[in-house]
């Protein structure tokens, strides 16, 4: 390099300045500049959680699929195809009394309305619901025993009617199929779960509707089949609630044993100790260059007890002073 730049002091006379004292550094870390931010922290709290939520309802969001599936079919199928397997779904007497195996379970996988149904967004809104707080395998008993359950008490009625001669034998076979009796079941099992008054009004909604389509009586039977299902519904507070809360204390206590596992005595205190071993040997270690031999070895020795002690009573109460 050339010869070293001088500058003006503050005094008379010129002093030399260091080499490239006055030149900016170029590629050098900026201070005062934020490290950019991760990916994870940039996604919208919706991208974060909503794969963590998708894992917790496998049985509702399975279900959904299905749903979806065969709604797209009885949209753009052949409309004849579509007939057939809805008419051979459908759970009326004859069905239930040749093949109740098959029907039963295969009356649920269609929607009422296609895939423009609000049946499809509803279900996975409270069958979601229920199923986080309850677990999957409870929630589909309580789908499955409003569906089953509402089905049977509705259709043998029928039957008996048709027996006696107070209903005709074209009512042995009815077109009845749909997700509507499960969901019923599963939004009143819900409702129990819920804060009171968010149940209440909930409650009184359903009552209002199921109210008002008994007294038009356009489909007797399914408007029978819906209060039934919410009674059903109804009847699985107590499992549920129970369910809700252990599966609650569960989490809690998964929730406090990890806290347990990171606060052991083995972490921040022993950093907190060592540093303060550092200092205070560096202390002795100027203390005893400044006084004589003996007298330092014997403050050092002193100095290193006392820093034995501390880190000791630090370690047992898993905190740095």
Known sequence: MGEPRTTPSDSSGWVAAAPGAGTPRLGGPARGRRAPASPSRTLHPL?????????????????????????????????????????GSSTDVSHLADRPLLVLPASGAWVVGGIRSPYLLVFLLVMGALERRIGGLRAAGIFLF?????TMLTELPVAVSVAVGHLPASSLRRMDYGISYGLLAGAAALAG?????????????????????????????????????????????????????????????????????????????????????????????????????????DRLGSRDTAIRGGARGMGDAGRCP
């Open 47 to 87: 991208c974060r959680t909503l794969p963590r939520t998708c894992a917790r309802i496998p049985f509702t969001l399975g279900y959904t699929l299905l749903l979806i599936a065969t709604s797209l079919y009885a949209d753009l199928g052949d409309p004849a195809a579509v007939h057939a397997l809805r008419a």
């Open 146 to 150: 409003g569906h089953v359950g509402a």
């Open 193 to 297: 779960l819920l804060r009171p008054r968010v149940r209440a009004a909930l409650l009184a909604a359903a009552g209002v509707l199921l109210g008002v389509a008994l007294v038009r009586l356009s489909d007797p039977v399914t408007d029978w089949g819906h209060l039934l299902a919410l009674l059903a519904g109804l009847a699985c507070w107590p499992r549920a609630r129970r369910a809700a809360e252990a599966r609650a204390r569960r989490a809690a206590g998964r929730s406090g044993g990890r806290a347990e596992a990171g606060a052991g005595p083995i972490g921040a205190a022993e950093v907190c100790a060592g540093a303060c071993r550092a200092e205070a040997t560096a202390g002795a270690g100027e203390t005893a260059d400044s006084a004589g031999p003996e007298e330092g070895a």
